[in-house]
């Protein structure tokens, strides 16, 4: 790490209620006229002011007044910028925080790789899923697309594939749902958000035999992978656009769509939730996880890491919002209080190709898009907010 870049994470400290409006100005000045620091609820006592870039579908969790409060309890203030979790891994800001907070495991191996650190934790995770409609898995059950497991739908992502590949239209599976388009999961624009990276991360698993994708491999696996997103039309940059459309247009919209199993859940849970009537969450076989690891660069954002994981009420408030946590328990007892049943025990999970091997694929496929990337101030996997 640069002497100047440590400086300016330990420069937080504590501050006093002179001092505010100077700390607000010179982390906008370190973070960027256009980086959307968020300051969460400022205090006049003297708390710590910690500083991270996080992943966007966190913002939420961040944002809640009771998350807030018991960070203030430890005397900490977070303070955070948005970014995709792809983009923090290169994201020249680093070097000026306390803390990262992708929700990949690949962004954070490689952050660690090139940034002291004081180590990466876990504190919490999310699997892929697909937001989804009862009659939409009982059209997709006879062929074997879709099964019944328990209380969940479960889609065989190996049968999908070979259905996909087949040019199949929904019209062509019976006259329940009677659309001209092609069977697909909605997802979101590859080039820029990681939800659709770990979609890109199954396929490559399906596609490739059962294995973890290596460079060698990418020239054979793109022909195969690429038309699951090129034909899927306009595509958007934040998993908030194609959920909120699964929410608001209904099944004619968007009849499968790749969602973190926290967006799904923190909706369930929300007091005034959208989700209703025949909408469902189907469980992928096999999936992968979102693993939400915070990098520490400082004191602070260590204590952070160790409060996310270690305090009992940040990991319940985690789970409220969708994640599954370290304790089991804790999740499950969450959903329960909430109402919500509890998702399956996932034991169909691949990891991850490595950072460059991923990137690599997602350049190759990115390639095949006739449009262009999306603005850079959207390039943002951000998850709905209740």
Not at 12 to 37: E, K, P, Q, T
Not at 184 to 204: C, E, F, K
Request: hydrophobic letters at 40%.
């Amino acid at each position: 790490m640069s002497g100047e870049g440590t400086k300016n994470r330990s420069s937080g400290g504590r501050i006093v209620a002179g001092m505010m409006f100077l700390l607000v100005v010179a982390a906008a000045v370190v973070f960027g006229r256009d980086s959307n620091l968020v300051s969460l609820s400022p205090r006049l006592s003297g708390d710590e002011v910690v500083t991270g870039i996080i992943g966007s579908e966190k913002r939420s969790f961040f944002e809640d007044p009771e998350v807030r409060e018991i960070l203030s309890e430890h005397n900490i203030e977070v303070q955070f910028t948005t970014a995709g979790s792809r983009g923090i891994a290169t994201d020249p800001r680093l070097a000026e925080v306390d803390f990262a907070f992708p929700s990949s495991a690949p962004a954070a191996q490689k952050i660690a790789s090139e940034h002291d650190n004081q180590g990466v934790s876990t504190p919490f995770y999310s699997p892929m899923a697909v937001a989804t409609f009862t009659p939409i898995m009982q059209l997709l059950e006879p062929s074997g697309v879709a099964r019944r497991s328990g209380d969940h739908w479960v889609i065989d992502m190996a049968k999908y594939v070979e259905m996909t590949g087949q040019g199949t239209r929904w019209r062509d599976l019976g006259d329940s749902y009677p659309s001209p388009r092609a069977v697909q999961i909605a997802t979101t624009d590859i080039r820029t958000s990681n939800s659709a990276a770990m979609y890109l991360a199954i396929l490559s698993w399906v596609v490739g035999d059962a294995s973890i994708a290596q460079t060698s491999d990418v020239p054979a696996l793109v022909p195969e992978v690429a038309p699951l997103f090129t034909g899927q039309g306009y595509t958007e940059s934040s998993s908030a656009g194609p959920f909120g459309d699964y929410l608001s247009q209904g099944v004619g919209s968007k009849p499968m769509v790749m969602v973190y199993e926290a967006q799904f859940l923190e909706q369930q849970m929300a007091q005034n939730s959208r989700i209703n009537g025949d909408m469902t969450l189907a469980y992928l076989s096999p999936t992968t996880l979102s693993n939400h690891s915070v990098v520490a660069f400082s004191d602070g954002g260590s204590e952070v890491a160790r409060l996310l994981r270690e305090d009992p009420e940040l990991q319940r408030l985690a789970a409220a919002h969708g994640f599954r946590t370290n304790d089991p328990a804790v999740f499950g007892a969450t959903l329960q209080e909430h109402g919500v049943a509890e998702p399956p025990p996932l034991y169909d999970v691949v990891d991850t190709p490595s950072y460059e091997v991923l990137e690599e694929l997602i350049q190759r496929v990115g390639d095949q898009y006739t449009s262009p990337d999306p603005p850079p101030d959207l390039e943002q996997d951000v998850q709905e907010t209740p």
